[in-house]
């Protein structure tokens, strides 16, 4: 099994990592169906145990997405990629050497996955729900200042302030899970106009960019 994706502070290596964006219904659940065989035996029995069929649609879809993602970055056939399930954390690569960082997220029909060879990551994205009573939420969920920064907001920015702040917190927490609490997060936001992006990493990027998945 690979090792976790290691320090690279003082290497001549820039991290670098791409976030892969899939929009879910630009695929059909025939076009799905094939993709079913690339599971693992603990994998398949997961998806199967869903009860909603669109969170099971977002499973497929992120287990899909990922060995993309993966393969992409090392040269590998998605589906010759091994992944080991854990309960209530993200998937074990299966491979030789230090294992590349990365980190799946989901809402509503948006599914991306992060990849990097060089630092660990967390990644979260969430749709803009433009219906909801955010200043009752934030008073749920954020603290004072955080609160005040909402409420001094008005329309689509506070909408897109409340949003970023969420992904953000998600997104440090998923890192700090993986990496170890003593991590100093960087984190960057990606512009979009249907859903919130944050990106944070244990390791300054010298790059990262987005881009949207069109493999079908």
Known sequence: MSKSPRNNAGSDVNPVATVWLLDGRTVSDEQLLPYISWLNP???QRYQRFLRLERQRQFLLGRILLRFALGNLLDLSPPSISLSERAGHAPVFNGEGTAPGFSLSHSG???ACAVSAQ???GLDVELLDRTRDLLALAE???DASECALIK???GTARIAAFYTLWSMK???YKLASTSGGDV???CITF???DISIVLCSAQPLADASLRMFDGW
Do not use: M, T
């Open 42 to 44: 603990d994998e398949l």
């Open 109 to 111: 029909p948006w599914v």
């Open 119 to 121: 630092s660990s990551l």
């Open 140 to 142: 749920q969920v954020f």
């Open 152 to 154: 001094g907001k008005e």
């Open 170 to 172: 998600e997104a440090r």
């Open 184 to 186: 100093v997060p960087r």
């Open 191 to 193: 512009p979009h106009a």
